[in-house]
């Protein structure tokens, strides 16, 4: 492997034709191009996907009525996604990766607690899109009286890694145009899917649902949160870091809020009033949210949905894989980009070779764990980022990002410890989620007046929002000495 020199801070390491030659070196002016509207294609493609229908039957399983899941679906949605707004502005500021930027508050060394964190959480999200995307290949073969055995699944398998890889491989400009024609396709399929299933939709049983109590709201609410905005907010800058700097904040914020939850906020909504008029349906989607929601199609319609859904899972799937590769470089990784992405796609095998093979039967308890376990340290560290990029009133010093010695320094101690403070009481306000397993252990602070592990409170995952208020308002309070002197 070629070794690459982090002190470069311009000039990008020669790469294969084809093959972004970036890595998490600073974008060279010469480089910077586009506009704020461009960030609306991919994060419209990675979200576009039927599994955001799937989340009406996740939220649903809250015992909720279907007005607070309406409440708790579009609160979840914007919040999540407007995190995802502010934290692009630092890529614009920057013009480096997320996970680069990030040394500014947690120092060169400092940063790998945050990057581990990334880096656990976009591998994870990968591994979950490909044992969907598995999983409803079979499903739907079954549907259709076809082969619907290992011998699919592995098939299946192997080509929606070899996609996902490929584009991860090929980098920023080929994922910008492949995210753009995904969008139309998916577009297309999806109010397809959604005009065949209308009449499953039975408004009465809707909203007949009783209504939950306010935690039961609050936890849905945080599902939603963590499922998407939240799920990406350590990856936005990797996709604004191309535009050029004199780029409107404004813009930089609103169109990846509105990217994303657009789109989910209708197929939420839909996937609510579907899941709730059937109690089977509602049953299938939790297992299988993907090939549970093609039960309700015509044979006709099976083989286009399936081939659509499965492009929305890749579509996210990719940004992640992306986005993966540059974390690993920024955890210290000396090799270039493109050999970074196929050392993830390996990890992401050999994931979903366990939950698609090894543990079958319970996709939504180890998806509910994985979110819930890894959304307290990103919230944590979400709020520590926002805070730092509000305190700065100057761009990022760019050759102290890859120095130890720098002004940004080895560690950089009041976000690390606020980051370590934020996740620990966070841990201790969530539960393992039913069907988790090995999370036992979470909860520890819910005896403090939350009733306890088994209490009215113990499934509203307070730990996230409360993890993102301690890294804020820490981060504020220990943080902003640290910010000022650097300016200066």
Same mark, same amino acid.
């Given at each position: 492997?070629?070794?690459?020199? *982090?002190?470069?801070?311009?000039?990008?390491?020669?790469?294969?034709?084809?093959?972004?030659?970036?890595?998490?070196?600073?974008?060279?002016?010469?480089?910077?191009?586009?506009?704020?509207?461009?960030?609306?294609?991919?994060?419209?493609?990675?979200?576009?996907?039927?599994?955001?229908?799937?989340?009406?039957?996740?939220?649903?399983?809250?015992?909720?009525?279907?007005?607070?899941?309406?409440?708790?679906?579009?609160?979840?949605?914007?919040?999540?996604?407007?995190?995802?707004?502010?934290?692009?502005?630092?890529?614009?500021?920057?013009?480096?990766?997320?996970?680069?930027?990030?040394?500014?508050?947690?120092?060169?060394?400092?940063?790998?607690?945050?990057?581990?964190?990334?880096?656990?959480?976009?591998?994870?999200?990968?591994?979950?899109?490909?044992?969907?995307?598995?999983?409803?290949?079979?499903?739907?073969?079954?549907?259709?009286?076809?082969?619907?055995?290992?011998?699919?699944?592995?098939?299946?398998?192997?080509?929606?890694?070899?996609?996902?890889?490929?584009?991860?491989?090929?980098?920023?400009?080929?994922?910008?145009?492949?995210?753009?024609?995904?969008?139309?396709?998916?577009?297309?399929?999806?109010?397809?899917?959604?005009?065949?299933?209308?009449?499953?939709?039975?408004?009465?049983?809707?909203?007949?649902?009783?209504?939950?109590?306010?935690?039961?709201?609050?936890?849905?609410?945080?599902?939603?949160?963590?499922?998407?905005?939240?799920?990406?907010?350590?990856?936005?800058?990797?996709?604004?870091?191309?535009?050029?700097?004199?780029?409107?904040?404004?813009?930089?914020?609103?169109?990846?809020?509105?990217?994303?939850?657009?789109?989910?906020?209708?197929?939420?909504?839909?996937?609510?009033?579907?899941?709730?008029?059937?109690?089977?349906?509602?049953?299938?989607?939790?297992?299988?949210?993907?090939?549970?929601?093609?039960?309700?199609?015509?044979?006709?319609?099976?083989?286009?949905?399936?081939?659509?859904?499965?492009?929305?899972?890749?579509?996210?799937?990719?940004?992640?894989?992306?986005?993966?590769?540059?974390?690993?470089?920024?955890?210290?990784?000396?090799?270039?980009?493109?050999?970074?992405?196929?050392?993830?796609?390996?990890?992401?095998?050999?994931?979903?070779?366990?939950?698609?093979?090894?543990?079958?039967?319970?996709?939504?308890?180890?998806?509910?764990?994985?979110?819930?376990?890894?959304?307290?340290?990103?919230?944590?560290?979400?709020?520590?980022?926002?805070?730092?990029?509000?305190?700065?009133?100057?761009?990022?010093?760019?050759?102290?990002?890859?120095?130890?010695?720098?002004?940004?320094?080895?560690?950089?101690?009041?976000?690390?410890?606020?980051?370590?403070?934020?996740?620990?009481?966070?841990?201790?306000?969530?539960?393992?989620?039913?069907?988790?397993?090995?999370?036992?252990?979470?909860?520890?602070?819910?005896?403090?007046?939350?009733?306890?592990?088994?209490?009215?409170?113990?499934?509203?995952?307070?730990?996230?929002?409360?993890?993102?208020?301690?890294?804020?308002?820490?981060?504020?309070?220990?943080?902003?000495?640290?910010?000022?002197?650097? *300016?200066?």
């Amino acid at each position: 492997m070629t070794a690459i020199d *982090e002190s470069s801070t311009r000039k990008a390491p020669p790469a294969p034709s084809g093959i972004e030659a970036n890595g998490i070196n600073v974008i060279d002016e010469s480089e910077r191009k586009g506009a704020p509207a461009d960030l609306f294609w991919p994060w419209c493609a990675s979200n576009i996907s039927v599994l955001a229908v799937s989340y009406g039957a996740f939220v649903l399983g809250y015992g909720i009525g279907f007005a607070q899941a309406v409440v708790a679906g579009v609160v979840g949605i914007v919040v999540g996604f407007f995190l995802v707004g502010l934290v692009s502005i630092a890529g614009k500021r920057g013009s480096a990766p997320t996970l680069v930027l990030s040394r500014a508050p947690f120092g060169r060394y400092g940063n790998t607690l945050p990057g581990i964190v990334s880096y656990l959480l976009l591998v994870g999200w990968e591994t979950v899109l490909v044992a969907l995307s598995t999983k409803a290949v079979a499903t739907v073969f079954a549907q259709l009286g076809w082969s619907s055995g290992n011998a699919v699944k592995i098939v299946a398998f192997l080509v929606v890694a070899a996609a996902i890889v490929g584009a991860g491989v090929l980098g920023f400009d080929a994922i910008m145009r492949i995210q753009r024609w995904l969008t139309i396709a998916m577009v297309i399929v999806t109010a397809v899917y959604i005009a065949l299933t209308l009449d499953k939709i039975h408004l009465h049983s809707a909203t007949s649902l009783k209504s939950g109590t306010t935690a039961a709201v609050i936890g849905a609410t945080i599902l939603v949160l963590t499922g998407f905005g939240l799920g990406w907010v350590n990856t936005a800058a990797d996709y604004s870091r191309y535009l050029p700097r004199s780029t409107r904040a404004g813009g930089v914020v609103f169109w990846p809020t509105f990217g994303g939850s657009l789109p989910v906020v209708v197929l939420v909504g839909f996937g609510l009033l579907l899941c709730a008029s059937s109690s089977s349906l509602n049953a299938a989607v939790q297992n299988d949210p993907i090939g549970g929601l093609a039960s309700v199609l015509p044979n006709w319609f099976l083989v286009p949905f399936v081939l659509v859904s499965v492009a929305g899972l890749i579509s996210g799937a990719m940004l992640d894989l992306y986005s993966s590769g540059l974390t690993l470089l920024s955890l210290g990784l000396r090799t270039p980009r493109y050999v970074a992405a196929g050392v993830d796609g390996v990890l992401m095998v050999l994931g979903t070779i366990y939950i698609v093979w090894v543990s079958a039967d319970n996709f939504l308890g180890i998806f509910e764990g994985f979110l819930i376990t890894l959304g307290v340290p990103m919230a944590a560290w979400c709020g520590i980022f926002l805070a730092d990029l509000w305190l700065r009133r100057r761009d990022y010093d760019e050759p102290a990002l890859f120095a130890a010695e720098g002004r940004y320094g080895a560690v950089g101690w009041p976000a690390f410890a606020v980051m370590v403070v934020a996740t620990a009481i966070g841990w201790g306000l969530v539960v393992q989620p039913y069907g988790a397993k090995g999370l036992g252990w979470l909860g520890y602070l819910l005896g403090a007046g939350f009733g306890g592990k088994t209490g009215t409170w113990s499934g509203a995952s307070l730990g996230v929002p409360i993890a993102l208020a301690i890294g804020v308002v820490g981060y504020l309070l220990l943080g902003a000495a640290r910010v000022r002197a650097q *300016e200066r």
